[in-house]
């Protein structure tokens, strides 16, 4: 998990899976996974909505990567 996130830091390669329930993020967030993409062009960015998702025990899990809450 380190060595992923050193990777991802420093934007060589990788997959990062953003959980989003917080749906008034997407004015700040998409400009900022824009400015991402454009400065990583080899990490995967991959966004879901986690409307009926319950994002704690995946976030714990590993299947997602960072949630995004208003909880």
Same mark, same amino acid.
């Not at 967030?29 to 454009?38: I, T």
């Given at each position: +998990? @380190?060595e992923d996130?050193?990777?991802? #830091?420093?934007? !060589? %390669? *990788? #997959? $990062? +899976?953003?959980?989003?329930?917080?749906?008034?993020?997407?004015?700040? $967030?998409?400009?900022?996974? @824009?400015?991402? #993409?454009?400065?990583?062009?080899?990490?995967?960015?991959?966004? #879901?909505? *986690?409307? &009926?998702?319950?994002?704690?025990?995946?976030?714990? %899990? *590993? =299947?997602?990567?960072? =949630?995004? !809450? &208003?909880?």
């Amino acid at each position: +998990l @380190d060595e992923d996130l050193a990777r991802l #830091r420093r934007g !060589t %390669d *990788g #997959r $990062l +899976l953003l959980l989003l329930e917080c749906h008034s993020c997407f004015d700040w $967030l998409v400009p900022v996974m @824009d400015r991402y #993409r454009a400065a990583h062009p080899a990490v995967e960015l991959d966004l #879901r909505l *986690g409307a &009926s998702f319950d994002p704690l025990p995946a976030l714990a %899990d *590993g =299947v997602v990567d960072l =949630v995004i !809450t &208003s909880e």
